[in-house]
């Protein structure tokens, strides 16, 4: 389907303050703006050429902005938010240029001078509205799992949000891709949204073929500036050796997940390789079947050997499981909590099972048939269930698997490592892959959701993990490094093991700040990352 371009009102010359240009992340993992120039990703293509990227899932939600498309459409830089993350994943400014505590419950956001893709302006009303909106979304954002906040105009440039219980993160979770602002037209009757020409940034979604492919053109009034390419030609490959092959013949400028097995056909002038804040993790289902039983649960994590997943699946491109947070994550180190509490592993006696995982990520099939050896070794039966993620996503959290094999993100959606916990394994979660519903993990994660203080509050995060392994409904298996490569074009990526790389050129020096809005806070990005909803593949994220 092709989208008509609608016409803007003129808005007159603008100087190219920012380079606005894509980022995709190795990883799907979160992605985050730059907090300066960023020189490790030297673009070739000229103004006007158009880049042409590859993506390892495809829109499984009609690229909803609640859901896990969200990912999808901020990755591209087609929306933003109120904030956006830097590369230490604190908030930096996006739409808003600054904010500030009113008191415990409340928060004044100052807007920026901004359009929308519509040609319409980016006014407080709008902002309130929008935000609104998604927190009507049913079901609701991984961002607002457990919080309840309300939007409202204030003055000419001010959008007050007010929370039922003090958030002490809430410049962090504005940052979310499930809390993206739209144009008022975007909102439709019975909850549709629509994000074509109604978003903010730098590019405009225009053409969608199904789940094969995108076009999006460069959105020249953009705030931050004009972006260095004309436009992104996106394809959906889900096979990761066709996305390999798609960027050894040229076909594509960059191109995410690339498979470990062909990482060494690849440049290894251009291929980067990380450490990541992505956990791969055996998710058991701890509400209903088999592993409904602690000691069945407690068996097969003492079932599994990682070391032959780090070494043998991953080729030594993994980190050994520490936690639910990644290596990357270096407030981590040392601090970590003992689980305490376990159940003592029972005995299988031959009872049967299903895996479940997808292969969007090819690694994670092969590792679950490791996975499938060394549980039947145990004295489990397993079936082994392989899909493409669109296709599996809704079974596993209707909980018709018994243990599910999948790639997630540590500091999905906001950076914040409390809200990951409060999403995926509290009863009231909206992404609890596991089922788990633990009084004791619910009170630990609420008490971390209380603490203001960055260090208390990781301090709180890593107590709260503790609780949660020592059910256990999860159990990390590795942490594998980001592997990506880009083309001639594309450039190299960066080394950043939050960000993922920049396509397009370096960014331009800012110009003056417009008149009537206030500028940015200094040290505030001069690049706008698509942000990754850590979100599941892609929202777990992949």
């Known amino acids: 389907m092709r989208f008509p371009r609608r016409p803007r009102p003129s808005r007159g010359p603008r100087p190219p303050r920012l380079l606005a240009a894509v980022f995709l992340t190795p990883l799907l993992a979160g992605c985050f703006a730059s907090s300066g120039d ?31 498309d969200a990912t999808i459409l901020s990755r591209l830089g087609v929306t933003e938010g109120l904030t956006a993350l830097d590369a230490n994943g604190a908030a930096a400014p996006a739409l808003a240029a600054s904010w500030r505590r009113v008191d415990d419950r409340d928060w004044l956001f100052t807007l920026r001078e901004a359009a929308f893709q519509d040609g319409t302006e980016v006014t ?20 607002l799992s457990g919080v309840t906040l309300t939007a409202k105009a204030e003055g000419g440039t001010g959008v007050r949000v007010t929370t039922a219980a003090p958030d002490p993160v809430l410049p962090l979770r504005l940052s979310s891709p499930g809390l993206a602002v739209l144009a008022p037209k975007a909102y439709g009757k019975k909850g549709a949204v629509d994000p074509v020409g109604t978003a903010t940034g730098p590019f405009e979604l225009t053409e969608v073929t199904g789940a094969t492919a995108a076009d999006l053109d460069r959105f020249d009034d953009y705030w931050g500036g004009r972006a260095q390419a ?35 056909t690849l440049d290894a002038d251009t291929r980067r390789e990380t450490a990541t804040t992505r956990t791969t993790s055996l998710l058991l289902n701890a509400k209903s079947g088999v592993f409904k039983d602690p000691a069945l649960r407690a068996a097969a994590r003492a079932a599994v050997d990682t070391s032959a997943l780090a070494e043998g699946v991953y080729e030594g491109h993994a980190d050994a499981g520490a936690g639910i947070y990644g290596p990357a994550v270096t407030w981590a180190e040392g601090k970590r909590v003992q689980p305490a509490g376990r159940a003592k592993a029972g005995r299988p006696g031959g009872v049967s099972l299903t895996l479940a995982t997808y292969d969007n990520r090819p690694e994670l099939p092969e590792a679950a048939q490791v996975l499938k050896q060394q549980l039947e070794k145990a004295g489990f039966k397993v079936k082994l269930e392989v899909r493409e993620y669109s296709r599996l996503e809704s079974d596993a959290l209707a909980g018709k698997f018994d243990a599910f094999l999948g790639a997630r993100n540590s500091l999905l959606d906001t950076g914040d490592p409390v809200s990951l ?21 619910d009170r630990a994660v609420a008490e971390a959701q209380t603490v203001a203080d960055t260090g208390e509050r990781q301090d709180a995060a890593l107590a709260a993990e503790a609780a949660i392994l020592g059910t256990p409904p ?11 490569r880009g083309g001639a074009r594309g450039g190299g990526g960066g080394r950043d093991p939050y960000p993922p790389p920049r396509a397009g050129g370096p960014a331009a020096p800012p110009p003056p700040p417009p008149r009537g809005r206030p500028r940015a806070r200094r040290g505030a990005p001069r690049s706008v990352r698509a942000h990754a909803r850590g979100c599941r593949d892609p929202a777990l994220t992949a």
């Open 38 to 68: 960023d020189g490790g990703a030297d673009s070739g293509a000229d103004d006007g050429s158009r880049l042409r990227v590859a993506l390892a899932f495809p829109p499984a939600e009609n690229l909803s902005p609640y859901g896990a």
């Open 124 to 143: 407080p009303a709008a902002v309130a509205a929008s935000l609104t909106h998604a927190t009507e979304a049913r079901p609701v954002p991984a961002a």
């Open 230 to 264: 004309s436009g992104v030609e996106v394809r959906f490959i889900a096979d990761g050796t066709a996305r390999a092959n798609a960027l050894r013949t040229g076909q594509v400028d960059l191109a995410e997940a690339i498979p470990v097995a062909q990482a060494a």
């Open 421 to 441: 916990l409060a999403g995926d394994f509290t009863c009231d979660g909206g992404y609890n892959l596991a089922l788990l519903c633990d009084r004791g993990v």
């Open 474 to 484: 999860r159990g990390p298996r590795g942490h594998p490094r980001g592997i990506t």
